[in-house]
């Protein structure tokens, strides 16, 4: 196998629910997830238009009124 290039293996992602952070306050919640292994957590406020390519590794949060009210992997 020399000589082959390696194939870039994806960034981990932890094995967590995104549903256990609904309800949690946003900034509790970011640490949590930092904490919990997330490479990049992405908090947004309801409504907000945002790109729908897939992140491997990225959680992402929709805030209202400081408290997660929805959560989502990518």
């Not at 919640?29 to 992405?42: I, K, Q």
């Amino acid at each position: 196998m020399a000589g082959m290039a390696s194939i870039p293996t994806p960034p981990a992602e932890p094995q967590d629910s995104p549903n256990s952070y609904v309800g949690l306050d946003a900034t509790e919640a970011e640490r949590l997830a930092r904490e919990r292994g997330w490479p990049t957590v992405r908090s947004l406020p309801p409504g907000a238009i945002i790109t729908m390519e897939f992140r491997a590794g990225r959680l992402n949060f929709e805030v209202k009124e400081g408290t997660v009210a929805r959560a989502w992997k990518g």
